[in-house]
């Protein structure tokens, strides 16, 4: 089996067409008359945090790496443990923002380009409230794609053998499915049913609602309200880190 590099921070080869990559980093933004750079609404050295340009629902986002590398399969293991650090963090900013931390993350990850149901490759997560429906993963093992437990070895697997896989974490519980021959965002699709029930059959693909004035206003309105939810989020962060001290001290 050919083996990909898969170090602790991403690849710096870059498509010179990459939309998560500078200089086109916000340029669908710029389209659509919405904030681009200034939409980030946090951001360290791997990763950034901003409204998804055609949010499915108030409230989602998405986690970008801030260099080029194709998926989450590729990150190594301390990338991988930022990576769900921030997804908790966005269940904080859900929390504060919308009164429930119950969150909905999903992932295309490519193992060829645009496999797996993406349409950019380069790597970032989709977060959102999740729905009261049956869930997507529910969606996924009803369409005869079972998973088993996302650890980071076995998301690891899939790329090194050059498989497409879909990435979900609900209900406090992370699995990886195969995701070889799915629709060009067929996670969208899955979330969008779950999510709305009633809305099966409509647009779910972001090209079909971006720019439009629904679609706007959800991108604004996410953006207001978990800008305010990380402004209290960073105000709380040293009471917090001092009870985590405590917590590892006992």
């Known amino acids: 089996m050919a083996t990909r590099p898969a170090g602790d921070g991403p690849r710096e080869d870059v498509g010179q067409d990459c939309a998560f990559c500078p200089p086109w980093r ?43 590398v194709q ?6 293991k301390g990338m ?31 193992g060829s380009p645009q496999g ?21 993963r529910g969606v996924l093992e009803e369409d005869g794609r079972a998973g088993e437990a996302a650890t980071r070895d076995a998301v690891h697997r899939h790329f090194l053998a050059g498989r497409s896989y879909l990435l979900v974490d609900e209900l406090g519980k992370a699995t990886v499915h195969p995701g070889e021959g799915v629709q060009s965002q067929y996670m969208r699709w899955a979330a969008k049913l779950t999510l709305e029930p009633e809305a099966d059959g409509l647009p779910w693909r972001w090209q079909e609602s971006f720019g439009l004035p629904d679609s706007r206003t959800r991108f604004l309105r996410t953006l207001g309200g978990l800008r305010a939810a990380v402004a209290v989020d960073d105000l709380r962060r040293p009471a917090r880190q001092r009870a985590e001290r405590l917590a590892s001290h006992q």
């Not at 710029?30 to 791997?46: F, I, N, Q, S």
Request: hydrophobic share 45%; aromatic share 10%.
């Open 71 to 76: 998926c989450a399969g590729a990150f190594g």
């Open 26 to 68: 916000f340029r669908f933004n710029a389209m659509a008359d919405l904030p681009g750079e200034p939409a980030v609404l946090a951001a360290d050295e791997d990763f950034f945090l901003m409204p998804d340009l055609a949010p499915l629902v108030e409230g989602h986002v998405l986690l970008v790496t801030s260099r080029h």
């Open 80 to 110: 991988w443990a930022r990576a769900w650090q921030w997804r908790h963090r966005v269940a904080r900013l859900h929390r504060l923002a919308y009164g429930s931390d119950d969150v909905l993350m999903f992932e295309h990850g490519p």
């Open 116 to 136: 797996g149901g993406a349409c950019i490759d380069h790597a970032h997560w989709h977060l959102m409230p999740r729905g009261d429906g049956q869930g997507v």
